[in-house]
């Protein structure tokens, strides 16, 4: 069992930045890969970014060379580090764990934390 606290969402104008984190608990080791996904009000969730175990990353197109995500062992905890911010990537949130057990894949999900960028 996985638990997934995020932070750091917030109001920024468009330029801005913000710093996500989310942080795991609970049965940390069974994590083969995290990421972060956001929804915007009548859209569909995407996949905005996500790191493996081993350490690669993927992003969507629309973030690429703008965001960054990285994590902490130490602190166990993933970072999503959005610079460049545009009005489009305001939406909730979401830090996402993958746990594979007795061969199935299951999905953990964060609270959710609320980006807005406007000005």
């Known amino acids: 069992q996985v638990q997934l606290v995020e932070s750091g969402g917030g109001l920024v104008q468009p330029g801005g930045s913000l710093r996500l984190s989310c942080a795991a608990s609970g049965s940390i080791f069974a994590i083969y890969a995290m990421g972060w996904y956001r929804q915007a009000p009548g859209k569909q969730r995407e996949l905005v970014a996500a790191?493996?175990?081993?350490?690669?990353?993927n992003y969507a197109p629309s973030v690429k060379g703008r965001f960054t995500i990285s994590r902490d062992n130490a602190k166990n905890t993933v970072y999503l580090q959005m610079n460049s911010l545009k009005p489009e990537d305001t939406a909730v949130h979401y830090c996402?764990?993958?746990?594979?057990?007795?061969?199935?894949?299951?999905?953990?999900w964060g609270q959710g934390t609320q980006v807005t960028v406007s000005s």
């Open positions: 790191i493996t175990r081993g350490g690669s990353t």
């Open positions: 996402n764990a993958e746990v594979e057990f007795r061969g199935q894949e299951y999905d953990y």
